[in-house]
């Protein structure tokens, strides 16, 4: 997940950590 740019990179690895944490739930 590269959208937010080098600025928001931190930002974007949280977030696409929490997504996959999310999926990984809705899944289980």
């Given at each position: ?12 690895e949280t977030i696409e ?12």
């Amino acid at each position: 997940m590269e959208w937010l740019g080098t600025e928001g990179q931190g930002i974007s690895e949280t977030i696409e950590t929490t997504l996959w944490v999310a999926t990984w739930l809705v899944i289980l």
